[in-house]
């Protein structure tokens, strides 16, 4: 299950997209950069993502 009790969990989400961008750039090299981000299941599946999508955006 992806949100455990369909709460997303903000510290998880956040960790999980800076270590993904890390292992891009570890293929792709320090410059790679990327902003693009999908929710699985995608945004309209879940709520309470204001918080998580804020700090996203920083």
């Known amino acids: 299950m992806l949100y455990p009790g369909r709460v997303p969990n903000q510290s998880q989400i956040i960790s999980e997209v800076d270590q ?7 293929i ?3 410059d790679f950069k990327t902003r693009i981000f999908r929710y699985p299941g995608s945004h309209m599946s879940w709520q309470g993502l204001e918080g998580t999508d804020q700090a996203l955006a920083k």
């Open 20 to 26: 993904t961008n890390a292992n891009f750039q570890a």
């Open 28 to 30: 792709l090299g320090k």
